[in-house]
């Protein structure tokens, strides 16, 4: 996970046009793939493995609220952008881009420990959700002043809190009830999915692209249902 914080190298090698166009379809195939996960897997298997009862929601809640207070005062959002609209947030992506790395690192490693086959799904859908958000954090901070090079290494940088994350949630597996932060990942991914990135997929006026974004987000919730169905 932490080595994808690399592709974000690839934005400055494409043409803004490029960017645009291969952007937004990914950002509604993670929209797409964070709520399947969230609903297709991550809920069902936390009421299993916490008894069925409303804890799980309470926990899921506690996930989105929590997110929702993230961005609030930290300003974080995931930049999915043209390039030229992005302003210099500098170290305050990286600060919350390592926090989101380390909540998420605890989330896939909690859910690893409850069952490895949701800590594999949970581990695909947050990857599926890095790809375009790292594209974007990295061509703000080459656009803010950056160098490519200071830019990568970073980036690169804040992604490691996320297997500081799931060695966390692996020492603390056997002393606290860890499978709490699976309902509470869950939360974090719908407020991801709805708050922030579908928003961003809904602003084109052109008809096609209208059309390719709800497609693509409906194949990532397709994708989700399946493999659940398929398990």
């Excluded at 994808?4 to 379809?25: C, D, I, N, T």
């Excluded at 005062?73 to 992506?93: D, Q, V």
């Excluded at 709805?194 to 008809?207: C, H, K, M, N, Q």
Aim: with cysteine.
């Amino acid at each position: 996970m932490s080595a994808l914080a690399l592709v974000g190298s690839a934005s400055v090698l494409m043409r803004e046009s490029l960017f645009r166009r291969l952007v937004m379809p990914l950002v509604a195939l993670a929209a797409g793939a964070l709520l399947g996960g969230a609903m297709f897997h991550m809920l069902p298997q936390s009421l299993e493995a916490l008894g069925g009862g409303l804890s799980t929601f309470v926990w899921a809640v506690a996930g989105l609220y929590s997110f929702h207070v993230l961005e609030q005062f930290l300003h974080w959002h995931h930049c999915h952008r043209p390039l030229s609209e992005h302003r210099p947030l500098g170290y305050m992506i990286l600060a919350a881009d390592g926090l989101h790395n380390l909540i998420g690192g605890l989330a896939v490693g909690s859910a690893f420990m409850v069952d490895v086959q949701l800590g594999i799904v949970t581990w695909l859908v947050a990857a599926a959700h890095e790809i375009p958000q790292e594209l974007g954090d990295f061509g703000i901070l080459v656009h803010s002043g950056w160098s490519r090079r200071h830019a990568l290494m970073y980036n690169f940088a804040s992604a490691l809190t996320f297997p500081l994350g799931g060695l966390i949630a692996y020492g603390l597996a056997g002393r606290v009830d860890i499978a709490v932060l699976v309902p509470f990942a869950a939360g974090n991914f719908i407020y991801i999915a709805v708050a922030d990135l579908l928003p961003e997929i809904t602003t084109s006026p052109v008809p096609r692209e209208k059309v390719l974004h709800t497609v693509t987000f409906g194949v990532g919730l397709a994708m989700l249902l399946g493999a659940a169905l398929i398990a």
